[in-house]
């Protein structure tokens, strides 16, 4: 599985991004999420999400950032709201391990196998 992100930008504070992320290969997870790497700090879960569609989120994004399936483009798209100073970083796409299902969403970064090179985030004056 290859995962490739893009839609990363520079934008001032209260600013939105879409990113999106392109899943190539057979997936056989039922799980797929969002992470990002903001400076010195540990890579850190931000949304994840089941086929089906439940969806789990990290608490410092809650009610400002959505992930959600584009079934027109076949992306999995995290919509960036309300954009902080704080939420520069890399933002990775992330997949489930091959074969595994599981019956919640998650952002531990443990259950992931496949991930992206990244899209960059920058929000600044």
């Known amino acids: 599985v290859l995962l490739l992100e893009s839609g990363g930008d520079l934008v001032q504070p209260g600013g939105s991004l879409r990113l999106s992320c392109k899943a190539s290969g057979f997936r056989t997870s039922n799980y797929m999420g969002w992470f990002r790497q903001t400076p010195g700090k540990e890579r850190e879960g931000v949304a994840g999400?089941?086929?089906?569609?439940?969806?789990t989120y990290a608490d410092f994004v809650k009610g400002r950032f959505t992930i959600f399936q584009d079934y027109m483009k076949y992306t999995l798209d995290l919509q960036l709201n309300d954009l902080r100073p704080e939420d520069t970083g890399m933002y990775y796409c992330?997949?489930?391990?091959?074969?595994?299902?599981?019956?919640?969403?998650?952002?531990?970064?443990?259950?992931?196998?496949?991930w992206g090179q990244g899209t960059q985030v920058n929000v600044a004056l």
């Open positions: 999400i089941l086929t089906g569609g439940r969806t």
């Open positions: 992330a997949s489930g391990r091959d074969r595994k299902t599981i019956h919640d969403p998650s952002i531990d970064s443990t259950v992931y196998q496949y």
